[in-house]
């Protein structure tokens, strides 16, 4: 399984990650040429230099911004549509609007408003969308099984900002990382920003401080502070070693409303709408309802963070009145994917693993598809071949 381990023994910000993922390997020309299809180019440009925080030698990037005293306070509305428009793959623009959204709720439940009123000031500057969209595009460019990460230092003191001068960690980290574990007080600074808290809370899916894997490649993201401790986030792509979980456990909700007013059409039109915007998993069961009519109860699988999106969108796009939310944990095993060679042309093979083992595998639906159009046979016929292509 290969892993990107993040080690925040210093924190992280946005910037840091960015700078981390260029060493690490993301060509900085590929970044940018995928930044620009937000259309922002003419309000900044991005910058890798080569830096140093004691004696450690890493990455530093820059956001410089085109005109820093005109700056645009966009509102999570206004962010999600330049995401939406841009001519980013689906799941990373998905990505990016979840590390957008873990922000936002976290900036509204601090001050007390909806999340749409939120303005986001610095989060919504130019350079903290180049952060977050481009820790999206690093992030899938890396193709990784899993992202683990160190507990999160978050510094101390206090820290000015838009709002004023708020303590350190700010009161939007505190929230984002809630459940999270976390360190303080190695030195009297912010270590870590809303934007990198962001970034780790919608990526990772393990915190620990003893891995068990193989490091293969180790980056250094270079911070803009100095101080005693490095100013440096590290990062390491590795493998899991054997007697690493061989499953991950997910904090989920189960959202649940029941409809008995919408046709089937319309239904089936929502079960695409929520896959398309993250669901983990849609079913409907039929039911019957009171006044013995037939119904239909729709189940929503999703991550916890993301619980107040989705009872929005089944509120937004159902006739329902209520929904039941129950708090669950999602078990996953791990999987890998590996290219199969078949008479047909190439199949990508998804495997189970389970204690270092494959205990079963099948084809990617989607390319089975591809070659029965391809080649003008049917479905049963193409995985008849691969059956064939793997004896």
Partial sequence: MNILYYDCFSG??????????????IDPDDLR?????????HEFRLTATRDSRNGIVGTRVDVALTHPDRQEHRSLRDIEAIIENSRLDEPVRITAVRIFRRLAEAEAKVHGTDIQKIHFH????VDAIVDIVGAAICYHSL??????SSPVELGGGFVRCAHGTLPVPAPATVEILTGIPTTRGAVRQETTTPTGAAILATLVDRFTDSPLMSGEKTAYGIGHRDSHLPNVLRVQLARAKAGSSCWTVESARLLQCNIDDMTPEMLGVIMNLLLEKGAQDVHFTSILMKKNRPAVSV????????????????????STLGIKSYPLEKTILETAFEKLDTPLGPVTM???MMDGKMIRSKPELEDCKALAQRHGISLGEVYYQIGKSRK
Avoid at 122 to 125: D, F, N
């Fill in 12 to 25: 992280i910000s946005g910037d840091m990650n960015l700078a981390a993922m260029i060493q690490l390997g």
């Fill in 33 to 41: 040429r995928e930044l620009s299809t937000l259309g922002l180019d």
């Fill in 122 to 125: 610095e989060v919504g500057a």
């Fill in 143 to 148: 193709k990784v099984d899993q992202v683990w």
């Fill in 299 to 318: 189940s929503v699988l999703c991550p916890a963070a993301d619980e107040d999106r989705f009872k929005k969108l089944l509120f937004e796009h159902t």
């Fill in 350 to 352: 998804k495997h189970a």
